[in-house]
């Protein structure tokens, strides 16, 4: 049975681990890494480190944090903000769901995700040396129902069958936990790139009960960022006159400055900014930017983005009904919790320093590897309670919105109701994001109040919804799966599916053709090589021979439309043929040197030391064989 790699798709980086041995184990990417960059410049199909490498020169086809829009509606507030701010051009796909536009092709959030998803299988393949078709794949545990359908979707684009979602937080608990024996409370805090979760568990002897879960998927490290590039960019402008915002490349070096900037001073207490030729000046001189940012500068200019992160975390300990001081152990997940006003603020409000045994990068992809053990029956004894991070409801009479399943209830729950689904916190209906509306019709008429519809909430375990209802009066059932606007058809991932698996095909062969290509250049340089330097010895016939061989490989070498097997097929004829050549030069060459030999045999030890003392050695070796005989 081929096995199921459990995989955390981050804004910033993605990460897949696999259980091997009877432990998690992190599989590194093709170019030798733990993390893979989630940046895809789609148009070339270039995926992870390969696409960061140009995303400089190339900022309007590079597409990075993509999961900031997964799931989200054009509309939304947060897709406006990340609008302005994202270099690559943000556009209404189908359904009026968020989508990016690179050069004239559109592509949906899922099909971008998947890319970097069909690396990460690809690269678990090249490890594991077998086929690779299933997977855990963590989301952030305040995603809503569209952000996780879309989640699912973009793994079976990518060729996976996801198994199960799971919870960030959750997955971190359940790395940190896995032995532990005794029962404690702890708290995840998880500060990403793009988003923050805070879960409160009961851990211990292989039972993970989620307490509660908060968060905001729009708080991250990539508004950290932005707000040194606001600073940046608005002293630019002071020293300057130049307003360096509408500068989409000028934009994408700062960016990268900032980031940088902002990770040094995790760990020194300032950073020098330096960017050369960033922009003209007025008068066409070339333009430095040169600042310098202090700790606390950045502290200061974050201040709100910490502190914004007490929110979700005062609520999650609320609802679990837990104090600060109940909390045995803090862990800290996502590459943000490196910074050290992070750890103060979560050391100041629990009253302890936070949890160091955990790799913050890695942590909860080790968690997904071990879900994925627990569901092929690898790891024994691990029971996973989780929580529904939202309040579902539905609207009643007057446009109120009337809860069904409080958020932060253990999943799978389901209690029977009535119609309009929505999802959210607030207290009118019109203020909670719509899941989908029910015409349940058939319903023969009577009076008003006495039909009653019984609606089902099931939340499967990956914390999509699916409803169905039945009219209680005729018995009459239909179940009716909420999709939710925002998401793909089963025909478009079907048709996304086979444009990636395509792509796939496509790419290797491009990859077989360009190492035969490569192969045959290097026979064909080989070859002219030895020709060059031994080609006098051979006869004319067989030069020609020789030389035909390399003129056919060259030739077919040139042509873009030569496949990968005719590739080899020559190069292998060259090579072939030119080991005649090499038995042919290393014959003359031993007969020449046994001629030189005779002539020359007098000089022998005047020779150079080296030649003398190989010549000893293999006497040496002789010696002892014959004292062998003597004996
Ligand atoms: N030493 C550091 N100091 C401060 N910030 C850091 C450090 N190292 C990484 N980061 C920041 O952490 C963020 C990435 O974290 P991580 O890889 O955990 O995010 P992610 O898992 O991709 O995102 P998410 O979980 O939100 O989807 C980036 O914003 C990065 O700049
Ligand atoms: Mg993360």
Redesign the pocket.
């Known amino acids: 049975m081929s096995k199921t790699i459990g995989i ?1 798709l ?5 990460v897949v681990a696999v259980m091997e041995g009877g432990s998690p184990k992190v599989i590194p990417s093709s170019e030798g890494k733990n ?1 893979v960059p ?1 940046i895809v410049e789609p148009a070339k199909n270039l995926v992870g480190e390969v696409a960061k490498r140009q995303m400089i020169l190339n900022p309007t086809n590079t597409v990075y944090s993509i ?1 900031r829009l997964m799931g989200r509606k054009i509309s939304d507030r947060q897709v406006e903000k990340t609008k302005k701010l994202a270099p690559y051009a943000i556009v209404a796909g189908k359904n009026n769901a968020a989508a990016v536009k690179i050069g004239a092709k559109t592509y949906t959030p899922e099909e971008i995700s998947a890319k970097i998803l069909q690396k990460l299988k690809t690269d678990a393949e090249a490890y594991l040396g077998e086929k690779v078709d299933k997977a855990v794949i963590t989301v ?1 545990a305040y995603f809503d129902d569209a952000q996780r359908q879309a989640t699912k979707q973009a793994g079976e684009i990518a060729g996976l069958t996801v198994e199960r979602i799971i919870n ?1 937080p959750t997955a971190a608990s359940l790395a940190y936990g896995l032995d532990k024996k005794t029962n404690q409370t702890i708290a995840v805090y ?1 500060l ?4 923050f979760d805070i879960s409160v568990l009961e851990v211990g002897d292989g039972v993970f009960e989620v307490k509660a879960t908060g968060g905001d998927t729009f708080l ?3 508004d ?2 932005h707000k040194i590039i606001e600073w940046i960019t608005s002293e630019f402008k002071k020293d300057n006159g130049i307003d360096l915002t509408s500068d989409k490349q000028a934009l994408q070096r700062i960016r990268d400055a900032a ?1 940088r900037a ?2 040094e001073l ?2 020194s207490q300032d950073s020098e900014i330096n960017q050369p030729f960033i922009t003209q000046g007025k008068d066409g001189q070339p333009l430095h930017l040169t600042m310098k940012l202090t700790r606390a500068k950045l502290e200061e200019l974050v201040d709100d983005l910490v502190q914004r992160t007490l929110g979700p975390v005062k609520a999650a300990l609320k609802d679990a009904k837990v104090e600060p001081k109940d909390i045995h152990e803090v862990v800290l ?4 919790t ?2 050290p006003r992070i750890q103060k603020l979560v050391k100041d409000y629990f009253g302890r320093d936070p949890h160091k045994g955990v790799n ?2 890695e942590v ?1 992809a080790v968690g997904a590897a071990i879900q994925a053990g627990v569901l092929a029956g690898d790891v024994k004894d691990v029971l996973l309670l989780d929580v529904t991070p939202l309040t579902l409801g539905l609207e009643t009479l007057g446009g109120v919105r009337t809860p069904l399943i409080d958020r932060n209830t253990t999943i799978p729950n389901q209690p029977q109701v009535e119609i309009h689904i929505l999802q959210g916190e607030r207290e009118m209906a019109e203020g909670n994001k719509t899941l989908g509306r029910f015409v349940l019709d058939g319903i023969p008429s009577a009076p008003r109040g006495t039909p009653q519809i019984e609606v089902t909430f099931d939340i499967d375990s990956n914390g999509i919804l699916n409803v169905s209802a039945k009219d209680k009066g005729t018995g009459k059932e239909q179940k009716i799966t909420i999709k939710n606007a925002t998401n793909l058809s089963d025909e478009e991932v079907e048709k996304m599916k086979a444009e990636a698996a395509a792509h796939a095909d496509e790419d290797k062969q491009k990859k077989e053709r360009i190492e035969a290509k490569n192969q045959a250049d290097a026979a064909v340089f080989e070859v002219e090589k030895q020709l060059k330097e031994h080609g006098d010895k051979l006869d004319k016939k067989d030069k020609e021979a020789i030389e035909e061989k390399v003129k056919t490989l060259k030739d077919l070498a040139g042509k873009d439309a030569a496949s990968a097997p005719d590739l080899k097929k020559a190069t292998e004829e060259l090579l072939t043929a030119s080991q005649k050549l090499g038995e042919i030069v290393y014959k003359k060459t031993e007969e020449e040197a046994a001629k030189a030999e005779g002539t020359k045999s007098d000089n022998k030890k005047s020779d150079s030391s080296s030649e003398a003392s190989a010549k000893d050695d293999k006497k040496g070796a002789d010696v002892e064989e014959g004292e062998v005989v003597e004996e």
Request: charged content about 30%; hydrophobic content about 15%.
């Open positions: 955390d981050g804004t910033t980086n993605s993390t989630s999961k952030p960030e998880d990403g790139g793009g988003t991250g490290g990539d950290f960022d980031e902002k990770i995790s760990s997940v996502g590459g943000m490196r910074m913050p990068d909860v």
